[in-house]
């Protein structure tokens, strides 16, 4: 709303229509990523890479409610992140900090795209930490630590505490909603 300095629903529905885009692309990288890691022969990774590209394109529509949303860039995101972070060893503790970012920003995206980046957040401390990787544990809890931080700073307390109790009351009641958007 500040770039057009007016609130309509077109440029609600523009936003979206953008964090789609991002996402069709972000997917492509994400398809990538995975075609890299498989071990095909450079034809079949290639034809790999295609086909799942083209499925995961099919996925995002603008028109219509569909698998992909724009409530899932941030996931899209942070799984593409993560991809680099585990296959790459140069920027190694910018990766891991970037992940444990995430947890913050998620939260703060979509309550239920947070709980999915914070659990994957706490399976990768405990691998990592199970695997006695100290310095990939720490890069991330002090990503996951920043993030908070930060958002106990920038963002009013009093916006914080509704935020917490909106959703601790949200969890109390997700058996009777089913996990339905209200």
Request: proline share 1%.
């Amino acid at each position: 709303w500040k770039i057009f300095s007016t609130e309509t629903l077109g440029s609600v529905r523009l936003f979206e229509a953008i964090l789609l885009l991002f996402d069709k692309i972000l997917l492509v990288f994400l398809c990538k990523k995975i075609s890299e890691n498989l071990n095909f022969d450079k034809e079949s990774s290639l034809f790999y890479f295609v086909l799942l590209s083209i499925f995961s394109i099919t996925l995002v529509s603008y028109t219509k409610i569909s698998g992909v949303q724009a409530k899932h860039f941030l996931i899209i995101l942070f799984l593409l992140n993560l991809f680099y972070s585990i296959q790459s060893t140069k920027n190694f503790y910018k990766t891991n900090y970037l992940n444990g970012l995430f947890s913050a920003a998620s939260m703060f995206w979509w309550i239920d795209i947070g709980v999915y980046i914070n659990f994957l957040i706490f399976l990768l401390i405990i691998h990592s930490f199970y695997r006695k990787d100290f310095k990939k544990t720490f890069a991330i809890l002090c990503g996951v630590l920043t993030g908070w931080i930060l958002a106990f700073i920038f963002l009013p307390s009093n916006e914080l505490l509704a935020f917490f109790e909106n959703t601790k009351s949200l969890y109390s009641i997700v058996d009777w909603t089913d996990g339905l958007i209200y």
